[in-house]
């Protein structure tokens, strides 16, 4: 399914939802995200965000206001995942019949009509995690990422040589995936021993991290013992959200060797609310990431002749921080980094050929990860391992606060947003968490 | 919680089913094991094994057999999660009366009234996934195991300087874990370069292996960032089944540094039927694999003064290979290895406290398998890995054929039995596999 640029991508195209016409808003009619929520009155369900508001799907769909191809069936759950197992070709045509919908002149028409029943202001709403995840997987696809860390965790070996052939990836843990909102507490584990031959430490995490990803969901899937072609990859992406792989780094590094990181992850990981559709972001798609001399050709079952066009997306990241302190003092957060999604060496689709070749099953709301996005330049190093060369480098704060990893009260913040002459910019929102005292011992 | 032992074990105890009183069968009345069952005629529905039979515990709770603290609600699904939701005094108690009830002398009683409601042959049944699996995790716990692969996949370094230290594990693929009977289809994948420098090799997997583990089943859990105590980890775990954890030994030397095992595991992990509980097994705990001289103690958060009681298992495992030759010639399969559950130098309480101690959440029907179980005898070694020292020693079968890695039409079949004197036997039923071709390219 190639991107394809259509009338709901139109920048003349307004709401009569006011808010979303604000050229600064995350949520232009243009974008639509999915997403799941819940009022102090109602238990949760699918919505839509445009501007400062929630457009409620199952109110919708139960006024007829959906496509026939919409049943009230997948709406009725407090997750996306039995919406988003229609498939791509349904979820287009709902995205279509929404931008018609919320775009209405006319006041007699039945979105404007029905408003009360149907919009609600996201400032009165709590969002929630936007699929039961049942599945979780993390791929290494940031190469500059690949190769910061890899310099810092295994200088021997910083760049591995399967790298340039295999979309690298482990299992996450699916049960601790989290909306991105509100606090994540710092975790306790075994950390590397003082000196050789002494017992590990162990005790609360003091190389606390984040990781700066972004999330996939899967729509459609594949049966155990098939697979999904590069060709046909697209069509099982739903779309994206911002998605932090929180990271204990001295548990990692004594852990991990040789089955690959556990409790340094499992913990928590956060996702943005809102899943921008990939439809919502054709206009967005960019040239793969080049291949330089010395890289090899992927291998035929990698190999998507649309990468040249259209394998990339064109959305910078950025990271915000706030301290106590700075909360305390009335500073607002400051910006610590920024990156941009083109800096993926695999791209989307080979994430899903290279998941499914052996026969693995994607279920429909599995949520697939990138890997830490960092880019070339020091200020696009996407985690605080790389940004301080694991804590030799501080960060120095405006306010002249320290940081090799995170401290108690620090929150981190995501923020994606494409943008692009003569197209609305479409944001992701945000993916936020404080980082809170671990539990005592 | 303590194994207890109590008027469940007793050997005298026989039921009014014939079956379960020959003393070969797997599922004697001291059994009781959960399982989820089909017939013909019904949905996929939970029921307990009984002798050559199945009693189908919705029709019970329906009847009003059940205790009052198994609702209904718990057996309305196709899988046992909401069961082993309510936690393991209930599902104590529900073992107890399924032992009165199935052991009625008395032919005016209602569990033999109901009969031809409440009892299904277990041959014209299908039997299914015990758990819908949203969380696998598997350890590595198995230290002869680890020894033994390491020596064979990192000769530099074959037990890693945390193993002492560290109940290693990862996360598996989920929504790959399947019921251990038909077929499971040989994987396709990257392949380690022929020479170095050259691209890696893509295509089948030519060293397709099985791992000899056990699985445990969570009930109960804990919300993310809280922890399960070590002393209070037994009652997390509602029982076990015989779990392969198929393995693409090419495609896993090639892919897992540094974030470790993926593809090569993610196309397939089978589990038996009928998840025989703790409280079943309870006069067969032993205790825990003995510290040796330099092996260090356990970290606190890890020490459990049952372990040297009851921490173990007593489990005797047994490995079968029946190839598509000797099938076709008549013959039976034939046994290639044995080992015993005591081989676990981690106890399952302490994976439980492991896996929690950094606030993941563990949740109902979460599956967690052991790891490789292979003992310090050559017959112990469990895996075609170990078995043939990664192919330079093949295994020769009685009908002369030669076996490395597994060929097409292989079938695997694991069996496990709990033997003690003054006990019935307790046995785990099958966990089969037959690999068939893989898809082509």
Redesign the interface.
């Known amino acids: 399914m190639n991107p394809m640029i259509d009338e709901t991508h139109d920048i003349a195209r307004r709401s009569f939802i006011d808010s979303a016409n604000d050229p600064d808003s995350d949520f232009p009619i243009q974008n639509l995200p999915f997403g799941v929520f819940s009022t102090s009155t109602g238990e949760a369900r699918p919505g839509v965000a445009i501007g400062d508001q929630i457009f409620d799907l199952r109110a919708a769909c139960r006024h007829g206001l959906l496509p026939k191809d919409i049943p009230q069936e997948a709406l009725a759950y407090d997750s996306l995942n039995a919406l988003f197992a229609l498939g791509r070709i349904p979820l287009r045509n709902l995205r279509r019949a929404l931008s018609a919908l919320l775009s209405e002149a006319d006041s007699g028409k039945p979105a404007r009509q029905l408003a009360s029943d149907l919009i609600v202001p996201m400032a009165e709403s709590r969002l929630h995690r936007p699929t039961r995840v ?2 979780y997987t993390d791929f ?1 696809a940031g190469i500059y990422h690949a190769r910061a860390a ?1 310099a810092l ?2 200088p021997e ?1 910083p760049l ?1 040589a ?1 790298y340039r ?2 979309p ?9 995936v ?1 909306v991105g909102q509100g606090t994540v ?1 710092r ?4 950390k590397p021993p003082s000196h050789a031959g002494r ?2 430490d ?1 005790g609360a995490c003091e190389r606390l991290d984040f990781e700066l990803e972004l999330g996939f969901y899967v729509t459609g899937g594949n049966t ?4 999904i072609a590069i060709q046909d990859a697209e069509n099982h992406i739903v779309g994206f959200s911002l998605l932090n792989d929180w990271s ?1 780094r001295d ?1 990692q590094r ?11 992850k ?3 990981t956060s996702v943005s609310p809102w899943v921008v559709t990939a439809d919502a972001l054709a206009p967005f798609r960019v040239p793969a990431m080049e291949r330089l001399n010395g890289d ?1 050709k992927p ?3 990698l190999h998507d002749a649309d990468d040249q066009t259209a394998g990339g997306i064109d959305i910078d990241l950025k990271v915000f921080l706030s301290t106590s302190q700075m909360r305390s003092q009335g500073e607002g957060a400051v910006e610590i980094l920024t990156s941009n999604a083109r800096h993926l060496y695999w791209t989307p689709a080979q994430m899903v050929a ?2 499914t ?7 429909p709301g ?1 949520l697939i990860g990138t890997g830490t996005i960092s880019g070339p330049r020091d200020e696009e190093l996407s985690s605080m391992l790389e940004l301080t060369a694991a804590g030799a480098r501080p960060v120095t704060l405006p306010n002249g606060e320290r940081r090799s990893f995170l401290a108690d009260g620090d929150e981190i913040t995501f923020k994606g947003c494409c943008r692009r002459q003569n197209f609305a910019s479409i944001g992701f929102g945000s993916c936020t968490g404080m980082i809170t005292e671990a ?1 005592p ?1």
Do not use: K
Request: hydrophobic share 40%; with cysteine.
């Open positions: 049942a599945n290494y890899g965790l295994t070996n591995p399967n052939w295999v690298i990836a482990y299992h996450g843990r699916a049960s601790s989290l507490r975790p306790v584990g075994q017992p590990p162990f155990v013992g098939n697979r204990a548990v004594w852990e991990m060797f040789p089955l690959g990181p556990f409790l340094s499992s913990f928590a090899p291998l035929g079952y290279h998941h070749v052996n026969g693995c099953n994607l279920q599995d539990l011992l």
